[in-house]
């Protein structure tokens, strides 16, 4: 069994930073792909970005493309998301989750653990 927390949200000005931290236990948690999803008040949960359990293939949505950076520390069993130039259309709950995917254009993670979401909140 996987479990992920994340830590790390907070509020902050448009144009400013947060990073995002998801510490996962488990023994298959450095076998799963990772990913960041968010759900903005009133809209469906959406994929922001993944890295693969090499860290080789990563994936961006393309409204974060250039700001946001996922990386993942093997060691420390953690996943980040570093979230530069801050919009508020990108405040939502931020969900770290262990995925199954193939990283194929058209097809969609699937999702075998989900965190319990930090508040990212951003101000104009």
């Known amino acids: 069994q996987v479990q992920l927390r994340e830590s790390g949200g907070g509020l902050v000005q448009a144009g400013g930073s947060l990073r995002l931290s998801c510490a996962g236990s488990?023994?298959?948690?450095?076998?799963?792909?990772m990913a960041w999803f968010r759900q903005g008040l009133g809209r469906e949960r959406e994929l922001v970005s993944a890295m693969t359990q090499s860290g080789t293939v990563t994936s961006y949505a393309a409204s974060v493309k250039g700001r946001f950076t996922i990386s993942r520390d093997t060691a420390k069993n953690t996943v980040y998301l570093q979230l530069n130039d801050l919009k508020p259309e990108d405040t939502a709950v931020y969900y770290c989750?262990?995925?199954?995917?193939?990283?194929?254009?058209?097809?969609?993670?699937?999702?075998?653990?989900w965190g319990q979401g930090t508040q990212v909140t951003v101000s104009s």
């Open positions: 989750a262990a995925v199954r995917w193939s990283f194929v254009h058209g097809t969609a993670p699937k999702v075998d653990h």
């Open positions: 488990g023994h298959s948690f450095s076998n799963y792909t």
